[in-house]
DNA sequence: CTGTTAGCGCGTTCAC
DNA sequence: GTGAACGCGCTAACAG
C-alpha cells in the first residue's frame, strides 16, 4: 500500500513517466492540461516520491546533514534549535549526526557525504583537516562550517578570542590582578575546537595589553564539564595566593567554579569573581556574567547560508561570517575585596 | 576519484561484482582468499559503499523519523541521545522533527510518513488522537510512543502517577504536612502530555492515602520553565500558612522553586524542602531530591523496540514498556522546622 | 564458491 | 510537448 510509485501515477494519469516527473520538478515543458491530469492523479493515489530514489538519480533530496558533536551540550542544543528553524521552514530534512568519538568523527566526515547523497552539510565545531575539506569539495557536497574555521568552505562563527578578551578585561578594569583561567586541555584537543585555542590566546592577549603577568598556576586545564571545573577551582582556591576572579571557558565551567567558592564558604562576587562563556540558557538562573555568543543565530546563520548556497551554485569565494559577542554584566563579578 | 563505486572495486580485485557485495555483508560464501583480496581493493581505492544505492536496492530507506516537541529541554534531549545511540548504532538515519506548536505538530503527523520514505516512526510525548493513530496504521509507518501512551501502538513510558505518588510520600514520610504541588496547566495541554495529568493525580493519590486533605491554594499551575515556577512559588511563600514543602512537576520548575526560597531567604532543607522530577544532569548540582526517571533509557527502549519491530514484521499485540522511577533523596529535603 | 543479470524508483537525454 | 530507454550503485536471485 506504501508502494506507489512513479509509474502507477503515469499509468494512472495516462502519460508517461517522464512527464509525471517533470510536473514533479515544475518543469515548464508540460501543458497546464497534462499537468492537471498528474496532479489529480498523484493526489489520488496518495504518491509521493522517494527521496531514496530521487537521491540515487542525482535529483534533489530535499536533506541536510549535521554533524554535531556531543549534541547534548546546551550550547550545541540552542545552535541546533536555529539550524532546525530555518531547515524545516526551507522545507529540508535535517539528518543529524552525532559525534562523540573520534572514530565517529572519522566515519562520518569519509563515508556520510559519499555514501549518503545529501543536499548540504552542516558541520559544527569540529575542525576538518585539509584533506577532508578537499574530499567534500571532490564529492560536491555544499557544506557549511559553524562554530569552526577553515579558509575554502564558508564559515560561521564567532570571535572566541576577542570575548575571551573582553571578558578579562572586564575583570582587570574592575581592578583584579590575579586572574585566573579554567580551561579545556589545549594540548588534548582530538576534535580540533577552535574555542579552545583562542578563547585562551584572549586570556593571554589581554593579560598581556594590561601589562600583568601570566602566572601558569592560574591557568588550569582540565576536560569538559562542571565537575573537573570545580576540581579545578578548588584547586586555585586553595593556592597561597588565590585569584581574586576566573575567567571560565564555558558558563558550564563556570558553574563549576561557583559551586566550588560556595563549598569553601567564599562569596560571590564579593571575594571572588566569576565570568563565564557562552550565555546558555540557565546562565540567568545563576545571575552569571558571561560572554554571550549568539548561539542560536549562529545555527541559523550558517543553515540559511547552506540554503543561498545550494540555489545559486555559483562558486564565489566562501564567505565568512563572524558574529559578534557581547558582555552581559550580571552579578558574579564585582570589584576584588579591598586588601586581599 | 571521488567515484569510486563497486564496479571499480570489483575491476581491481579482478573479481565479480556480487563478490564485492558479499564481502561488504560478510556473506560467509566467499573463500578466505578472495576476501582478502577484495578488502586489499577496497582499502587501496579508498572505497566506501553508497548508502542511499544500498537502500534502494534494499527497498529500505534506513531512515527513522523523530517527531519531538521542544527537543531543547533538557529532559528531550536526554532521550534523544538514547535514540540516537541506538539508531546511529543499527545504521539508520535520524530524521529530527521539531515541535513547538500544535499547527507543526499536525503538519508532522498527517505530512510527514506520506511525504518521505522512512523505515519507522518514533513520536515523544505528544500525544496522537485515534484518527491520527489510525491514518499511521493504514500507511504502514511501524510507530513507537514515547512517554506517551496510546492502546493500539507500542509504548515506552515511565510510571508518572507513581513517581509523583513516591515524591510527596516521601515528603509525608519526613513529616510534612502542608505540601504544595507547583506543576503545568492542567487545563491547557495543547500537546496532551499524559506526565501533567498523572503527576497530579499522583499528587492526589498520596494525599488522599495519607488523610491529608487536598488545599487548593497548594495546588499551582503555570507555564513550563523556572522562572513561571519561581513566581508560583512566591506566591505559595506568601501565604498566611505557607507550605513547608513543595513538590514540582519537573526539575526545571524545582530549580525555579529553590531560586523563590532563596530570595524569599528561606532556608533549603530546613524552612522549606523541594522535591522535582527527571533527575536531569544538573539537578545533582543542585542537590536536589528529586524522581529520577530513566531518560536516556526510554529513548534507547523506544528505538530498540522500533528496530525490532521493523525485523519482524508479525503484528503481534502492541507491546507497553513501563519503565521505573526511582526516589533520589539528595539534600533538598528533610523534616519540616520544629514548630511551624 | 563465484560471475551475470535483473530490478529498486527516479532524473535525464534523446527521438517522436 | 511527450514518451521510451538508459543509468545512478547496489542487492538478490539465478546460473555456472
Redesign the interface.
Same mark, same amino acid.
Given at each position: 500500500?506504501?508502494a506507489v510509485t512513479i509509474r502507477d501515477v503515469a499509468r494512472q494519469a495516462g502519460v508517461g513517466i517522464a512527464t509525471v516527473s517533470r510536473v514533479l520538478n515544475d518543469s515548464p515543458l508540460v501543458s497546464e492540461d497534462t499537468r492537471q491530469r498528474v496532479q489529480t492523479a498523484i493526489a489520488a493515489l496518495?504518491y %509521493?516520491p522517494?527521496?531514496?530514489?530521487r537521491? *540515487?538519480s542525482g535529483g534533489r533530496s530535499m536533506?541536510i546533514a549535521v554533524i554535531a558533536p556531543f549534541?547534548?551540550r546546551r550550547s550545541y542544543?540552542?545552535r541546533?534549535?536555529g539550524i532546525?528553524?530555518v531547515l %524545516?521552514a526551507g522545507g529540508y530534512?535535517?539528518? *543529524?549526526?552525532?559525534v562523540e568519538t573520534v572514530a565517529?568523527r572519522d566515519e562520518c566526515l569519509?563515508?556520510l557525504p559519499?555514501?549518503?547523497?545529501l543536499d548540504g552539510l552542516l558541520i559544527l565545531s569540529l575542525g576538518p583537516d585539509d584533506a577532508e575539506v578537499e574530499?567534500l569539495q571532490?564529492?560536491?557536497v555544499p557544506t557549511v562550517l559553524i562554530d569552526t574555521y577553515h579558509d575554502t568552505l564558508p564559515t560561521v562563527t564567532v570571535d572566541d578570542e576577542a570575548g575571551a578578551r573582553a571578558a578579562v578585561e572586564h575583570l582587570i578594569a574592575l581592578g583584579h590582578r590575579r586572574i585566573a583561567y579554567v580551561g579545556e586541555q589545549l594540548d588534548d584537543n582530538p576534535f580540533h575546537f577552535r574555542p579552545i585555542d583562542d578563547r585562551y590566546r584572549g586570556y593571554r592577549a589581554a593579560l598581556a595589553a594590561a601589562d600583568l603577568p601570566f602566572v601558569p598556576e592560574y591557568h588550569r586545564q582540565g576536560k569538559y564539564g562542571?565537575r573537573e571545573a570545580r576540581r579545578m577551582a578548588h584547586d586555585l582556591l586553595a593556592l597561597a595566593a588565590p585569584p581574586t576572579a576566573v575567567f571560565a571557558y564555558s558558563d558550564t565551567m563556570a558553574?563549576g567554579a561557583l559551586?566550588a567558592a560556595q563549598q569553601c564558604h567564599i562569596t560571590v562576587p564579593d571575594q571572588l569573581s566569576v565570568i563565564g562563556f557562552d550565555d546558555v540558557e540557565?546562565a540567568q538562573?545563576f545571575r552569571l556574567t558571561t560572554i554571550r555568543q549568539p548561539l542560536y543565530e549562529t545555527g541559523a546563520r550558517g543553515a540559511e547560508l547552506l540554503l543561498e548556497l545550494l540555489d545559486s551554485d555559483v562558486s564565489r569565494p566562501a564567505p565568512h561570517i563572524v558574529l559578534p559577542t557581547e558582555l552581559v554584566a550580571r552579578h558574579t563579578t564585582a570589584p576584588p575585596a579591598a586588601n586581599p
Open positions: 500500500m506504501a496518495d %509521493s522517494s527521496s531514496v530514489a537521491r *540515487l536533506a549534541f547534548t542544543v540552542e541546533l534549535q532546525e528553524h %524545516s530534512d535535517l539528518i *543529524l549526526y552525532n565517529r569519509r563515508a559519499r555514501g549518503e547523497r574530499r571532490q564529492i560536491g562542571w558553574f559551586e540557565i538562573h
